[in-house]
Structure formats: C-alpha cells, structure tokens
C-alpha cells in the first residue's frame, strides 16, 4: 500500500510566522504534489515536483515555495503566513504525471491566526 | 474560470439504488477524467478513471461514463451502500505540449446514502 504521510494533522500559527509543511511517500514516486482544499472551491494544486530538485508552479502559487531535496520528501514553505492561508494542506504523490491516479496523505488542518 | 464543474454540492439517495454524480467540463484537451472519495479527516483516495478516448469504464459497483460531445461525465454507483456516503470529487488531467501539467478538481458533490 502507497503510503503518503504529513507532518502533522493541525497546526495553529501567527500572522508573519515561517511555516514548513513535510509530506513523505514511501513507493518510490517521481512526482509530489501540494493542494490546498478549501469550502465550495475543491483541490488547487498550489506545486508540483516531478524530480528531485525540480518544481513547478501550480494555479495558485503565490505565498508559497517549496523544495524537494530528497526523493521521498517535499516540503510546502509559507514564508510569511497570512490569515488568508487558513485552509487544509493536502499532499500527494504519483507515478504517472498523465493517468491523474495521485495518492493523498490524510491533511494538515492550518489555521493562522 | 472554474474548468471542472460540480453542479450539485449535495445528493441523497436510498440504499440499494443508484447514486449519480455528474460533472461538466470546459476544456476539450483534457487527457484523463477521475474521480476521488473523500471522507472526513482523510485525504481523498482514487476510485476510477477513464480516459478521453473510451467513454465507458467499469469497476465493479462504480462505472464512469464520459460524454465527450456534452462535455459531461458521471459516476454511476450502483447498488449504493452506506458505507458509499462520502464527498465525491471529479477531476481533469492535462499534459500540455509545453510539458506543463493540470490535475483540475471540481468542488465536491457530498453523497449520503440513507439506509
């Protein structure tokens, strides 16, 4: 079974404060993804990474960074958190980038404050 | 521009019948169509796919049909069970000529199958 895991499940945070989100996937997948889901308004893929090292913008960007440093890890950077990036953090990885087939993590509840 | 649409944010429906779920898209280069199951406090977990060149898949109880002229694709759960009671989310895969990707998510229709 894929297993994809995320630090923590909720996390409360000031306005201003430097927030890290870790995700890890245990099948070896070459791609990882960070989606933020919020009411009425489904997933928005915030990035991607399709390699080590590699990232790309997704719809909704801005306020975020991210870095993949190691296969299994990929960590979503809030550089400055805003009370507008209250929301839930969904991570995922995959195999195939075209099939669509992601497996998710169970979610960080943030809640800045 | 919401590319992926949910129409209908709720559906409720008699255990043992059939459950519906639609979605209509815009984009006409979408490669792949999805649809995931959410229930609460979990990430969502993929139940089945279809690609734009079939317009049928079957997968057990969960058969996904696409209608490529409407731009439309449902979700057919049949018998439906209690334990099918969730949020139900569609989504579109693209992989542009440029290599950039979109996975597109519709809002979310819940399902509640009544026993």
Not at chain 1, 7 to 27: A, I, N, P, W
Request: one cysteine or more; proline letters at 4%; glycine letters at 6%.
């Amino acid at each position: 079974d894929v297993k994809v895991t995320q630090s923590s499940r909720y996390l409360v945070k000031r306005t201003g404060e430097k927030v890290f989100l870790e995700c890890v996937q245990d099948m070896d997948h070459e791609n990882m993804f960070w989606y933020r889901q919020d009411p009425g308004l489904g997933l928005r893929l915030i990035y991607f990474s399709y390699d080590v090292k590699m990232k790309e913008k997704g719809d909704i960007p801005e306020g975020y960074s991210v870095s993949r440093e190691k296969k299994e890890r990929f960590s979503l950077i809030l550089e400055s958190a805003s009370t507008n990036q209250t929301s839930m953090y969904l991570c995922a990885s995959s195999l195939s980038l075209l099939t669509g087939e992601q497996y998710f993590g169970p979610g960080t509840r943030l809640t800045v404050t | 521009d919401q590319q992926v649409k949910q129409n209908s944010p709720s559906l409720s429906v008699q255990e043992g019948r059939i459950s519906i779920l639609n979605c209509d898209y815009t984009n006409s280069m979408f490669d792949y169509f999805l649809w995931y199951k959410k229930y609460p406090a979990e990430g969502p977990t993929f139940l089945i796919s279809i690609s734009s060149i079939k317009d049928k898949n079957e997968d057990g109880r969960f058969t996904v049909f696409l209608n490529k002229s409407a731009k439309h694709l449902s979700l057919h759960i049949v018998p439906s069970q209690p334990g099918d009671s969730a949020v139900y989310f569609c989504a579109a895969s693209v992989l542009e000529m440029d290599s950039s990707y979109k996975l597109i998510f519709g809002s979310g229709t819940r399902l509640l199958v009544r026993p």
